[in-house]
């Protein structure tokens, strides 16, 4: 069975720090580029960083430029997320998700996803 499961969440000052990890079971994701996500209430599920196979091309959103850093450790089959100097409004549930596609570019093309672990970031 594949499955993807974060961890790391919680609930953490503004101005704060918290590392999230992805550890992958059922197949290996070596090759597949992997995502962060993360839906805040009442918003729809938005992107937030992308990492590929390789690890060498990373992608991210505007809003986490500078601030969070996205890592992987293909023979650990896992994905990590620091994320400094967090605001009220990175507050969401975060999921990682995978995709055999080199590049991905929609939400379509990650097959695989976690079931989410929830960030709170209090002001």
């Known amino acids: 069975q594949v499955q993807l499961v974060e961890s790391g969440g919680g609930l953490v000052q503004a101005g704060g720090s918290l590392r999230l990890s992805c550890a992958a079971s059922?197949?290996?994701?070596?090759?597949?580029?992997m995502g962060w996500f993360r839906q805040a209430p009442g918003k729809e599920r938005e992107i937030v960083v992308r990492?590929?196979?390789?690890?060498?091309?990373?992608y991210y959103t505007d809003s986490a430029k500078g601030r969070f850093t996205v890592s992987r450790d293909n023979a650990k089959n896992a994905v990590f997320l620091q994320m400094n100097n967090l605001k009220p409004e990175d507050t969401a549930v975060y999921f990682c998700?995978?995709?055999?596609?080199?590049?991905?570019?929609?939400?379509?093309?990650?097959?695989?996803w976690g079931q989410g672990t929830q960030v709170t970031v209090s002001s």
């Open positions: 998700a995978a995709s055999p596609t080199s590049s991905p570019r929609y939400e379509y093309e990650y097959l695989y």
């Open positions: 059922g197949r290996t994701f070596s090759r597949d580029a």
């Open positions: 990492i590929s196979w390789s690890g060498v091309i990373t």
